[in-house]
């Protein structure tokens, strides 16, 4: 009988932690309102700092854009509001400068902005400040959701957040989604992939119909029905199933890696990689790059979401005609809502503890990710991504869905190892779980115990 499905017989340590946090926030709720007009800073300098590169980027947006330029006129209307003066501050080692000013006592930033994956470290080591207190946390169309916030949830709060609410960003968010040479497909004579997904088959069973459809020969060379890196592969096979890497379920702590719907993902993709279509799949796969799908030598890619819009190098600058899948769903999943996961979040954005002033800081972070007026809701993003990136609007919706509904894969910890593998053991997936189980014990208690701590100290169970 498996470890992985740990007991946490924590209720009353939940009871401190939500009795604690509430303590806290009394303590800390801001001195100033977060609304822009009767906020006074009192001439506060706030340094903002940026994993990015100076003159090619406005705080995420490729500077020159219609966007960047939004983001410079909310930058100085909250500055003018709220008499205050928001420097950015570029750099590629900001997490290196963060640390050492954390070790010497020095306030080297008051927001900081960047990757996730990096920002994990900070989040367990208490180098940035508790934000449940001094943001409306719940507010997830602003923010993002729980899952996606997941790496920045930590024991007793949340501890970074994403500006969920803009353009163009929220679409750079992590996630995979499958993109689709829409001409290759109708040189085939093939339908659009995308009816599938409207009829209601988009499933395993139709996908593997479809990586024999799209792969043929065309003068001579093979064109391939799919690129992907392998562990890529194996892990939306694994989450397509339904089963999430990590949740809280009747006050345990559940990794579907071990259940029996998680283990038939692993085992189908394991034969649909290796047996069934192995001659469907470019055989390129030691990378994760884009360059053979835009080469026209795969129909298919799996892509990364950044990949397809985070600059004019990506794909949806670089080819026409491009549609968006989610990855096919097995028979236990819930249909319409696309699972997906993610290593690291760009532009997650926090408050690191020695901010000169954490409550200034969070009211200046609050008014500056509030919606463009461009853009008020959910809706006027995707239309303006409809408008300006995608080629049907049911693309944009569809990355929304993943990307709302992405989580953290624990990558760093070592929780997709046993999911890597699982497109390349020789010994089976019962064996290949076995060898895996203890590790993957320790990650539960180490990891995804102390994350979920802080998710119902701050959203509740």
Known sequence: MTKIIKNISLVLVFIFILCSCAQEMEEIIPEFTVDGSSADLGG?????????????????????????????ERKAAVEKAMNCKITPNYTSSMYDFLRAGVMSGAQPFDIVEGDSYTMVVDVRAGNLSGLSGLLDIENVEKWGTPNMLQSLIWKTDVFGVVPFAWPDIMYRQSGHVLAVNENLVSRLGQPDPREYVEDGVWNWDTFEDVLEAYTYQDAGNTIYALRSHPPYFSINMFLSSGVALSAYQDGSVVSGVYTDIGRAALERANTIFNVTHKDCFHPDTGSVGHEQF???????????????????SWIMYQMDNIGILPFPQGPDATPGVYLSYHEGLGNSTAIPFNAKDPNASAVILSAMYEPFDEYKTKDDIIDYMTNQIFYDRKDA?????????????????????????????????AALLDSYESRYDEIVTEYMIPHYQGRIAVYGE
């Open 44 to 72: 506060f300098q706030c340094v903002w700092g940026y994993a990015g590169t100076a003159g090619e980027t406005e705080l995420g947006f490729v500077t020159g854009t219609k966007n960047a330029d939004l983001l410079l």
């Open 294 to 312: 835009i080469n026209n030598e795969a129909v298919m890619y799996l892509s990364w979401c950044y990949e397809l819009t985070s600059g004019t």
């Open 397 to 429: 919706e569809i990355i929304a869905n993943v990307v709302r509904n992405t989580e953290y894969g624990f990558f760093r910890e070592g929780a997709r190892g046993v999911i890597e593998e699982a497109v390349k053991t020789e010994k089976g997936i």
